[in-house]
């Protein structure tokens, strides 16, 4: 039942699948920021792919949508990829609404040819793939938004502390000039970092992502998707060191959801 302040906030539509895992924490992320949140079967939208309008935030959260079985996000992305799906999202795009994909829901976005985005929806340029160590890879990382990038997530040189959990979290460009490309129009959104200046080495780069790079985002930054998950650091007690650290009640994640209802909000009120 629809609350009266809702009406004020932005609405998030989190889509569920098979084996999606994730969308309790990152509905809660969401709505701890202010927005008011909606969980929706993919098998719902592809029956009434308007209800998508009714939005302003996509979210695909992360897990193993169909179980990882042919390749991991490819069918979920392929559901998304045609029909009137497709075309709602395309529209829900050129509104400019945002759309993010966590882990699972990254790989959903770069197989759907929504990242790197662009006019093109190319899905040539960049895969993710089997992490380097040939295992799944479950620890914490340290993320950094690079200078100069768009995403509208997290500001340029803003730094998270979240865990990743997957294995295949391998960000791969077709090329070197692709990544140099990327990089230059500001859609590398989130990089590994490591104890010092240069690459990051295994374990602070855990799967062995091409450039270190975590997460990209479209050319406008308002589409992005990234490999770890800001949606399992929300309060201090989600992570290891709350009991010997003075941690702050919130969490390292909870910014990252802020930050986009904040633009989300900002956006309705244009």
């Avoid at 302040?5 to 569920?16: E, F, H, Q, S």
């Avoid at 662009?118 to 380097?132: A, F, K, P, Q, Y």
Wanted: with cysteine.
């Amino acid at each position: 039942m629809k609350r009266a302040d809702d009406a004020k906030k932005p609405r998030v539509l989190c889509l569920r699948a098979a084996g999606i895992n994730c969308d309790l924490e990152t509905e809660e992320g969401f709505r701890a920021a202010g927005a008011a949140t909606r969980f929706l079967h993919v098998n719902e939208l592809r029956a009434r792919p308007e209800a998508l309008r009714d939005h302003e935030i996509l979210a695909i959260p992360g897990g193993f949508s169909y179980g990882d079985d042919v390749a991991a996000g490819i069918i979920l992305a392929n559901e998304l990829r045609f029909g009137r799906i497709a075309a709602e999202i395309d529209r829900f795009v050129a509104e400019g609404k945002l759309v993010v994909g966590i882990c699972n829901g990254f790989q959903v976005l770069v197989k759907a040819g929504l990242l790197p985005g662009g006019r093109e929806r190319r899905r040539d340029r960049v895969t993710i793939s089997m992490n380097d160590s040939g295992r799944f890879e479950d620890r914490w990382v340290t993320l950094r938004a690079p200078r100069g990038t768009k995403s509208v997530y997290l500001k340029e040189g803003d730094a998270i502390r979240v865990p990743v959990g997957n294995g295949e979290g391998k960000v791969v460009f077709s090329s070197p000039s692709v990544l140099e490309e990327l990089e230059a129009r500001g859609q590398v959104a989130l990089r590994y970092e490591g104890p010092g200046p240069g690459p990051a080495p295994f374990p602070f780069n855990p799967n062995g992502s091409q450039g270190d790079v975590a997460g990209l985002c479209d050319p406008t930054g308002r589409v992005m998707g990234l490999m770890p998950h800001p949606d399992r650091h929300l309060h201090r007690f989600n992570g290891p060191r709350w009991t010997r650290e003075g941690l702050p009640p919130e969490g390292d994640g909870a910014r990252f959801f802020r930050n986009a209802v904040e633009a989300a909000s900002a956006a309705l009120r244009s």
